[in-house]
Every structure is written in structure tokens, then in C-alpha cells.
């Protein structure tokens, strides 16, 4: 069983036979499932068997357009790390969460007797907030924990206030009932409170050497059902404070590996975040030649963090690779430079130990494992343009590759996309969206009539635009949309790309597609297990993988937006108190000048051009 666009032998023949988490995307760049392997070649390559006797299996294989890999040191490791992914990006054939519109947080707020409460929103209340946390479901497990860790209130204000005696949770030990006086003092309350802070922060040992302290405390004291509870308490924590190389203490950290091998450079990121590791990704830096290691990686950090136009925000410690300290020529010097550079507290070493020495570890294997993968599709990249230099004999080599595709529903939002490639691959910098204007919905010759005049109108004017023409220019579609290139270069004589237009099969089925040749509509003929087949349909999937996602984008903009704010003087505001004084949208197209000129803000003259508006459409 085959994905759409999916080279999964490719893929697979790279994969490593490690422990590990793959993540599987759909064509729009989604995640739509995580999974973990304690050999990750073998359990990938069990999804594309010819059969399959699960349904889901079925359909989430037919959905994969690309899939990537975190290494592990252990498939423990691998487990964990697979939890995180998934509450993190909450892939749609792992979990359905549908409830978080925006991140949620832990709240333990600033009244006498604080509260913890889940909070999603603006930060009005005044307090403490943690998080954010990956989905609503991560809050409450860890509200839950936290009622049988600490006896702090998690119930609502108003039904605090109302209470004459304690509630079932003192009953349960969950609670010291502050609401009622005499069952527990201020003292001992705040005492709870200040654990409870530390606890999130994830200062755990420091919480139980201070129960440690208070239990000691209250046994020479005689107090001995006080000191069980604390007893108790170290126990609970204790019990959650098994930590491994996925989950640890570490609160807030970037591990940074390093890798290279001839003229290609991996740096892969580790990013832990409340104590969890929250993502991975490798960087593949140009490399100007003869440039040391440390060059690159110290050049690398700068423009990583310095990035403001992202606001990117620094952790408080980046460990970077055991192996940069022999490459620096005075290590302590220079990373106290870097630091200055950085113009934030941040924390930068390379020498550690302990669970900072796994994460580094683990960041320089997955390091090692992105740079052969990378060096692997380099080599089939090469292979593949020089499968296609020998099929269409131009002469010359190919520098530089460009692809076209127009995507919308039903003719509204339409989107074209034009994507390049070079011999290295895919150039994503180079990428341009075009919004199509000024046509018949749904005429997609005139929409690729629009985009190639847009791409190409200054392209002959400077020796820069020369430089970034194509050798080849390939058009998703038929003669139809092939003809709107041949109009278009008709005049450019010898500067003018070649053209081929990449009709779709039977069913759209990979393999069957019909390469046309502009001028004679002769067709190419490439067997299906062609290299140069291959990179055709690479580039033609990524040119539609592009279109859809930007036309996604566009038509969610449009759903989002109101007719109301498309009126002169109308904005969010306005918006929303007309809709929630009239009821609705209905409500307002409905209304009268005198209803609306009600509404507070609304004056007459704004009123009347509302009214008309609806009217005149």
C-alpha cells in the first residue's frame, strides 16, 4: 500500500535501526500521527505492507506526504518522548482534542487562601500562572495530581465564600479547609501554598528536603499525625519523581548537537520545556569552504537567537557539544562572549554531567543520524537530476527548477504556488504564494495566465532576474494550462525555460502521470520506477503540497472575517457589541436604521450606512 506522493522506499532505505519517535504529515504539513519503535526501520517499514487488516492503518498510510524521525537512547525513552509529541501537536489519528483554542495554563491565584484553577485567556486575575501546557487535558491531569500532592482549594470563589463547614475534599485529605475557621491556619496554609509554587517550578527535591525538615520538625514535637502527613506527602512525591533522559528537571533548556562531513552540516535542537523534552529539529547552515567547526557552530547560536524578527525566546541554559571545547581556542572566553551577545541571562556549557550529560547526547546522536540522512538524500538527489539531464538532453546542466499549481474550492480563494528546486533539493527561501485576483471563479487558465505574467513581468530587466530563470519549468495540468506558458514565453526566444506539463493519471494515481513537451505536445515516456519519474513527482507534490496549504490559509482568513467589518468605520470592536446587541448577523441584516443607531457607539450616519450596506449587496 502506497501514500500519496510518498517515496516510502527512499525513506526507509536511510532509516536507521535505532530506537526512536517518527511523526508522520499529511500534505498541508500536519502531523497526523506520532508513534514510537524500539527499531525504527522495522516498525515504519510495517505500514507499507501490501495489506493491511486495520482500517485506520489503511486510511492514515494513504495520508502520509512526508515523515521524520527523533533518535532515543532507549525505547523507554522513545515511550515518553512519544507521550510528549502527542499532547503537544495532538495528531488527529492519535487523539481528538478539540477544545483548546488557546493554550491553557495552572493558576494559582493571589487571594488569602490561594486557589489552583485551570485558566485559558487573557491574564486578568492576579496570581502565578504555569504553563502553558499542551492541551486542556495536560492541566487537569496535572490539577489532579496536585490535589493529592498539596490540600489546596481548587473549587470556585463563590462556593468558598458560601461554605459554613468543610467540604468533601478535607473528608478525602485533599483540602485543609480554609473556608471554615478553626480547621486550619493561615500558616500552615501558606506553607502548603509555597510548596505547591515550587513544585511547578519544578524545584521537586527542594519540596521534599523541605517536607523532609517539617516531618523531622513535627515528630520531635510529639505531632505525630502532622508529621505522617508529611510522611505521606514525600511518598506522593517521590512516586512522580522518577525522571529519565526524556523527562527530567531541567525546566527551560536548548541541547544543541553538531555534526559534519565534507561540505554538509547537521545542528539538531533539542528544546526542553517544563521538564519535558517539547520538540526537535535539524539545521543543515551553508557552509562557505575551509570554515571550521566552531565557526560554524558559534555563527550558527548567533543568528539562531539573535532572529528577532521570530521572537525567539532564549532558555535560561543551551548546552552545546562536548566537542566545541577543544575546537575553541579559549572556551570560557569565548562563550562568556557569546553570552554578552546574546544580551540575556543565559547560561552556556559544554562540560556536564548527569542528566545533562543524557540530553547532550542524545542531541549529538540525532545530530549524527540528520547528517547521514541528509548526505543520503543528497546522493539520490544528485542521481535523480541526472537521470532527468539525460532524458531531456538540453545541453546543459540543471541549475534550477521551477513548478506551478493552482489550487481553490469551487473557484473562491484562489491560491497558485510556485516552488524551486536546485541541485540540492528543494530551495524553500525561494517559495512564492500568489493570491489570484480579477477572474472567473474557477477558471484555472486564467489563473495561470496571472501568475506566470506576476512570476516573470521583471525577470528580464536585471542580471539578477536572468540568474533566477529556470531551465525548467514544469506545469501541473494539462495542454490547457500549458498552452497559458507557451502564450507567455512566445516571445523570449532562447531565454525562455523549457516547458513540461505534468498532466495527472488514471485516478491520480503516481506513475501515470503524462509528461507534455511545450511546442510539439509530444509526451515523454518514463517507466514508473524512473529516478527521473521520481524527481518530477517530488517537485509537482510539493508545488500542490504548497498551493493547498496557502489556499487553506486564505479561505480559514476569509471564515474568520465578518461582512460586518467590511463596511467603512466598522471594526472588531464595533463588531462585536452590534452582534451582541442584536443576536447575530441575521439579526443585524434584519434591523432598522433606529435599531441600530440603539446600539451604544453606533451613530446615526453609521447607522444608515450599515443599513444600505446589507441592502445594496
Known sequence: MNSKGFDHKAFLKDLTHQPGVYRMYDESGTIIYVGKAKDLRKRVSSYFRKQHDVPKTQVLVQQIAQMDVTVTNTEAEALILENNFIKKYRPRYNVLLRDDKSYPYILLSGHQHPRLAFHRGTRREKGDYFGPFPNGVAVRESLRLMQKLFPIRQCEDSYYRARSRPCLQYQLKRCLAPCVEGYCSD??????????????????QQVIDALVERMEQASQSLEFERAARFRDQISALRKVQERNAITGNQQELDVIGFARHGGIAAVHLLFIRQGAIQGSRSYFPKLPSHTEDHEILLAFILQFYLNDSVGRRLPREIILPETLATALLDPEQELATLETALAQKVRMTHNVRGERKQYQTLAQKNARNALESKLNQASTMRLRIEALEQVLDLGKPIQRMECFDISHTMGQQTVA???????????????????????????????????????????????????????????????????????????????????????????????LETLILAGSHATIPLAGDEPALHLIQHIRDESHRFAITGHRQRRAKVKKTSSLEDIPGIGTKRRQKILQNLGGLQEVKQASIEQLAAVPGISRELAETIYHAFRDE
Do not use: H
Request: net charge neutral.
Open 187 to 204: 500558616e500552615d496554609y501558606a506553607e502548603q501554598v509555597a510548596l505547591a509554587k515550587r513544585f511547578l517550578q519544578g524545584k521537586n
Open 417 to 511: 504556488s510556485c516552488v524551486v528546486f536546485d541541485r540540492d533539493g528543494p530551495k524553500k527561501s525561494a517559495y512564492r504564494r500568489f493570491n489570484i485576483k480579477g477572474i472567473t471563479g474557477g477558471d484555472d487558465y486564467a489563473a495561470m495566465a496571472q501568475v506566470l505574467a506576476r512570476r516573470f513581468a521583471k525577470a528580464r530587466e536585471s542580471e539578477e532576474g536572468l540568474a533566477a530563470l529556470p531551465d525548467v519549468l514544469f506545469i501541473d495540468g494539462g495542454k490547457g494550462q500549458l498552452a497559458q506558458a507557451e502564450t507567455y514565453f512566445n516571445d523570449w526566444g532562447s531565454e525562455a525555460p523549457l516547458l513540461i506539463g505534468v498532466a495527472k493519471g488514471e485516478s491520480r494515481k503516481p506513475g
